[in-house]
């Protein structure tokens, strides 16, 4: 098979025409029409990402983060740029699912909502066509705010949490949404949320929430870090013959101390 097909299932699955005005999913770097010898599953493509799919005889690397976000200005030894040398360089082709895999309705937010063990889940931001931003749902059993926050912390691995404080109500209604999601705060206390975890929240959103909303930071890599495991299911579902390989790398850029 080749790469185009690749390509094909994983536009039915999560469309292009689903992305945000701003965003950049898509084929990035390369040829559709070779055969493929091997996709690589990231959340970012780095340097190492590309060696990483080298040693690995993979001509085909998927990332959720789209390598090429905004416009080169140079291509040089110094620069993002380098990347694309290197990649064209080992015939690497490299192709993007973002916001039209966060916005799907069995996409990423879902992931994120069935290993918080959310159910009865609608996306959070609904289109007409089912689809949209975020997704809320809800609990089997109310918790408290300390108890949401052990199981953030113990199932996505999180080492530092930032929220808003106890919420003086039980939390039975959540909304989640993977990566930078924090602009959908409102839609989530509109939609009757007890609780919203995202990967970033900005310091003066935090404010003004008391009493009405328990808010959750994750970390960016962090919430959307089983996007990986989405994108293996999609493409062994759909070629259970093809290698495919999450990398071993953790991109995030973000330390704790």
Known sequence: MNIREIIDA?????????????????????????????????????????????RNGCNLI????PLLFRPLKRLTDDSIGSIVMDA???????YACHTNLDNVSNGVNLRIARVLGLTDVRPLDEHPDGN???IIGTFPE????QELLAIVKERFGVTCIRHNGELGRP????????????????????????????????????????????????GHFESEQFTVDLLADILQ?????LKVLKTALRTNPVNYY
């Not at 579902?237 to 013959?241: A, I, M, T, Y």
């Open 10 to 54: 994983l536009e039915r699955f999560a469309p292009l025409p689903l992305q945000d005005d701003y965003d950049n999913s898509g084929l990035q770097v390369g040829t559709t029409e070779t055969e493929v010898s091997g996709a690589l599953l990231c959340l970012d493509v780095t340097r190492q990402v590309v060696d990483e799919a080298i």
């Open 62 to 65: 998927v990332s959720h983060h």
């Open 88 to 94: 064209v360089r080992a015939g690497i082709t490299i």
């Open 132 to 134: 949209g931003a975020g």
């Open 142 to 145: 109310p918790l408290s705010g």
């Open 171 to 218: 939390i039975r209604r959540m909304a989640v949404c993977g990566g930078a999601g924090a602009f959908l705060t409102d839609k989530a206390v509109a939609r009757g949320a007890d609780a919203f975890m995202t990967g970033e929240i900005g310091y003066h959103r935090f404010f003004g929430y008391d009493g009405t909303i328990k808010l959750i930071e994750a």
């Open 237 to 241: 579902e759909s070629f259970p013959g």
